[in-house]
Every structure is written in C-alpha cells, then in structure tokens.
C-alpha cells in the first residue's frame, strides 16, 4: 500500500498492458485470413508477452494532455506500435540479421513457422499496423487530419531514418569499434524513434499543440535512450529466467553496448541524467502527466 | 501512326510510366538516411526497371473519372503502390522464399547487398509508401477522408487477405496439386487484389461514387487475374532476354499455373473472356476511361 499512495505505476501499467491486449485480440480478431498459418504466425508473436512499454506510452500521453475516455480514438494508435515493434522483432531474429532463437522465453517466429512465413508475418503486422491506423469504424472521434499526421509521424519513426535504419547501423556496426555519438545515433533511430512517436502520437490525437508535442518528443527521445542502456546493462548484468533470453549474448556478438563503451557505472548514470531531462522536458504539464514521470523512471529501473 | 489513330496505347504506356518514374525519383530524393547502404538498396529494386502497371492504372483510373491535374494529388497514391509492389518482389525473391537470383535482367536485391539489407529494403519500401500516402506537403487538393480510406483500402490489398495472404498459398502450394479455384484464388490475393486497390484508389482520389468504384475493382479483379495468366504463358512460352529471367521456372518447380492445369489455349481463353469481362464492367464510364480498355487487352498481348 504504501508505495501506492498517490498513484501506483505497477497497478496502472498491469491495466494498461491488459486494456492494450484485449484491444490487439480485438483488432485481430478475424481470421478470414486464407491460409490459417499466417494469421496463427502473427497471433504468436504479438501475444507472446512484453511490457507493451510503446502503447502504454502513447496512451499516457494521451491521458496527459486529457483526451477522451473512449478507447477506440486511442487504442488503434497504440496497438499499431505494438504491431510495428513486434514486426521488428521478428525480422531482427531471422537467421539473416541476429539469428535468435529465443525471445520472451518462448522459440523465435521463424523457429515455429519457418523462415518464409516469419518474413511474411513480419510484413503482415507492419501492413496491419497501417490498416488499422486507417480503418473507417475506429478513432472515430479524431478528425482525419489528425489521424493522417499520426500515420506519417509512426511511418517516418518507423522507416529509414528511423527504425529501419537503426537496424541497419546494428547490423553494420557489429564487430566493429563505434564510438559513444555513433551508439547514441543507432539508438535513437533504433529505440527512440518509434517510442518518441508513440509519445507524439499520443499527443496529436489528444489535440496537443505544437509545444506540447515538441516536449512529448523530447521525453521520448531521452526515455528511449535510457531504456536501450537498460537493456544492454540486463544483458550484461540481468536475470535469464526473468528476461527469457541469453545474458552476455551481446558481448558474445561483440556487440557495441553502453556498458562495453562506459562501463556498467557510467552507463547507470548517464541512464539517470537522460531520465532527469525527460522528467524536465514535461515541466509545464500538470499532474495528468504524472504516470509519463513514473514511467520515466520505470524503465531505468525495470529487472526485465 | 496507323495503330494510333484515336488513342496511342504505346505512348500512353511510356509518358506516364517516364511521369512515375520521375515522381518516384522526387519522392525518394532525400538520402538523409544513415546508412547509405540502405538507401541504395530501396532505389536499386525501385529503379530495376518494370512495367510501371499499377501505378498507370492508379492514374487512368483517376482520369477516367475526371481526376484534377495536379500531379502531386495522384501520384503519391500511384508511386506507393509500385513500392508495395517493389517490397513484394524483394521479399519472394529472398532465399527463405523463391531463392531467386535474377529479376528484369539484373541480380535480385539479396545477390546484391545480402540477405539482411534485402530483408530491410523490401521492410522500408513498404514503410515508405505509407510515409508517402500520408505526407503533409502532398495530395494536398484532395480531402483527408478521401486520402484516409486510400490508405485503408491499399494497406488490405497489401495485407494477410491480400498480398501477403496470397504469397502464403503460393508458398503452401508449391509441389501440391491444387485446382483451379486454389490458383484464382492465390492469384486474385497475390496479384488481383493490389490490382484492385490501384484502381479504386485512383477512382477515390477522383471523387468516384460506390457505383464507379465497384466497377474499377471489378475491372481491376479481372484484369488482375488476366495479367497473372499471361504471366504464367510467358513462363511458358517467354523470350528470355525480353522477361529477364530464367523461362520454365514455374515448370521446373513443380508451380501450379494456369497452362499447366487448363493447356496454353485454354489459358488463352480463359484470359480473352476476363478481358472482355473487364471492359464490359466500365460499360458506364466514357471515353475517359479508353485508356483503362486498352490497358486490358495490352495485359495479356503483352511479351514481357
């Protein structure tokens, strides 16, 4: 109870997480698709766990400049990220690019399904993510304005100067020596891009202003950061049975990692000097955004 | 002249594929993405070369209903599908999938920049058709309810009961005996429904009403499976050097295709009656809409 005084960010994340997969089940919840294994391949990867961190962000951002109570003007936008970071995973698991075969405790897409239909599955949840983002019976509370400039802000986020061309910089940069701004830069396109686009997202359907985004970039920006340094110091420091995946995988590979570059010290403290700017960046939002703050520091802190 | 006494189809066909030629160029000029690497390989497969044949359609349908002349209001939307198409081939070529080496004469994507830089490219062209559709500073005469539900209507013919979707029962049914209700179907998803969605894509755009739009798909579906048909014969009957790729492939596979279950002449039938089933679908429209007549009938004369 008494960590729970004022608000309680385990209680509000575990509803989130819950609200989020009830929403995924029910936007893909229509299995006319024609053969059966494609719809199963994208069922399994996006309902095999994980924190959801991306739409629980953008709903929190949402909330925080106070949009509506109605989940379909909110959800689409949120379960579409998800979509687009489970998309990802699956094809940076593919024997091609990392050549996982475990993610969440459970065999990687291409494991279960073969590696054609994880490429296509992978291409299905990134289609999917854009039908959904555009579909006439949902957010129908948002004028299309703004529902055409959040499909452009996740599109760009998502793409070659964002996700897309963060994986590439991973892919490019292993086994070679890369210095801290070119890690920073791989990051931010890799991690921080699609997660400030939740933000923004979340932001522009709750009728936010320019400022009011810009800050909501920010926070991403510096969130998305700290979270990436989270996860490398897991890798090297974290619980296997916790994470469902190989520690010191990164190492093994070679891996440029925040800890390899700083030490895993100097890694927590930038983490934390990145989570201070975020908590700043929000300054002149009032207590709506306090779940945005805990989450801040939630992800610094998170064991998996 | 002789042959272009009304209408020159051959004209039509190279001053507008030299006019999406010229826009996809323009829409893809900003090589701010951080490994060059990956930028190149999107123009690489986006400039290989090809027909240009969904995005001509996208434009004559959007003229057969008395679409504006401002380029940028139509051509995102044709640009876009011919980089969904693009991504599609990138991806069936992939090892994982049809293991091609050759496409339109020149070594397919992952001969080129490996498998992971394949796998990204054909990721990014999807990704950036979308980033295209929804570009602030494009289609700006159109209304944003008309440029939401193109998006929709493009990301499903793009998606699991779609492209995708098609691509599975392809994959499913290589080496199977399957009828000719499985291969229209396969071929209506892998290859009609994109077909579809260009025209009525162009027709939304346009401002077309349920009825013209109802008939664009039902032109769209026929001249889809038209097309795929005469695909099949070329693999048949083809000139190399005119296809750029290897001729009897479909044969050595053991794929199901229209000759190898109907014969060439029946293929051949069967292809004229959806032609004529097409063209009778735009019985409403006017001259406007000869470009798209003449279209069908140059789907299956055509020898590469």
Same mark, same amino acid.
């Given at each position: 109870m008494s960590d729970c005084a004022s608000f309680c960010l385990e209680s509000y994340l575990s509803e989130k997480?819950?609200?989020v997969e009830q929403a995924l089940a029910r936007y893909l919840d229509n299995p006319k698709s024609h053969p059966a294994v494609i719809f199963e391949a994208t069922r399994y990867s996006l309902f095999a766990g994980?924190?959801?961190?991306? %739409?629980?962000?953008?709903?929190a951002a949402w909330e925080a400049l106070g949009g509506g109570k109605k989940d379909d003007d909110i959800m689409p936008a949120a379960c579409a990220l998800e979509m687009i970071h489970s998309y990802s995973l699956v094809h940076d698991d593919l %024997?091609?690019?990392?050549?996982d075969d475990l993610r969440r405790g459970? %065999?990687?897409?291409?494991r279960v399904f073969g590696e054609d239909i994880a490429i296509l599955a992978g291409d299905a949840l990134l289609t999917l993510a854009f039908e959904l983002l555009s579909r006439p019976d949902l957010m129908v509370g948002i004028d299309f304005a703004r529902r055409l400039q959040v499909i452009n802000i996740i599109a760009v986020a998502a793409g070659m100067n964002g996700l897309i061309g963060g994986q590439v910089l991973d892919l490019k940069s292993e086994g070679q020596k890369i210095g801290l701004t070119a890690l920073k830069q791989m990051h931010g396109l890799k991690t921080g891009a699609l997660i400030a686009a939740a933000l923004k997202a979340g932001g522009i359907l709750a009728g936010g202003d320019a400022a009011a985004l810009?800050?909501?970039a920010c926070f991403g920006q510096r969130i998305g950061l700290s979270f990436q340094i989270? *996860? *490398?110091?897991?890798?090297?420091?974290?619980d296997m049975a916790l994470l469902g995946k190989n520690t010191g995988s990164d190492a093994k590979r070679g891996k440029a990692t925040f800890p390899a570059l700083l030490g895993c010290e100097e890694s927590r403290n930038l983490a934390s000097r990145l989570t201070e700017e975020a908590v700043a960046a929000l300054a002149g939002f009032d207590r709506k955004a306090d779940p945005l703050r805990k989450l801040?520091?939630?992800?610094i802190a998170r064991k998996s």
């Amino acid at each position: 109870m008494s960590d729970c005084a004022s608000f309680c960010l385990e209680s509000y994340l575990s509803e989130k997480k819950i609200a989020v997969e009830q929403a995924l089940a029910r936007y893909l919840d229509n299995p006319k698709s024609h053969p059966a294994v494609i719809f199963e391949a994208t069922r399994y990867s996006l309902f095999a766990g994980g924190k959801r961190i991306r %739409p629980v962000l953008c709903i929190a951002a949402w909330e925080a400049l106070g949009g509506g109570k109605k989940d379909d003007d909110i959800m689409p936008a949120a379960c579409a990220l998800e979509m687009i970071h489970s998309y990802s995973l699956v094809h940076d698991d593919l %024997p091609a690019m990392d050549n996982d075969d475990l993610r969440r405790g459970v %065999p990687t897409s291409h494991r279960v399904f073969g590696e054609d239909i994880a490429i296509l599955a992978g291409d299905a949840l990134l289609t999917l993510a854009f039908e959904l983002l555009s579909r006439p019976d949902l957010m129908v509370g948002i004028d299309f304005a703004r529902r055409l400039q959040v499909i452009n802000i996740i599109a760009v986020a998502a793409g070659m100067n964002g996700l897309i061309g963060g994986q590439v910089l991973d892919l490019k940069s292993e086994g070679q020596k890369i210095g801290l701004t070119a890690l920073k830069q791989m990051h931010g396109l890799k991690t921080g891009a699609l997660i400030a686009a939740a933000l923004k997202a979340g932001g522009i359907l709750a009728g936010g202003d320019a400022a009011a985004l810009e800050a909501l970039a920010c926070f991403g920006q510096r969130i998305g950061l700290s979270f990436q340094i989270a *996860d *490398d110091l897991l890798n090297v420091e974290g619980d296997m049975a916790l994470l469902g995946k190989n520690t010191g995988s990164d190492a093994k590979r070679g891996k440029a990692t925040f800890p390899a570059l700083l030490g895993c010290e100097e890694s927590r403290n930038l983490a934390s000097r990145l989570t201070e700017e975020a908590v700043a960046a929000l300054a002149g939002f009032d207590r709506k955004a306090d779940p945005l703050r805990k989450l801040a520091g939630f992800i610094i802190a998170r064991k998996s």
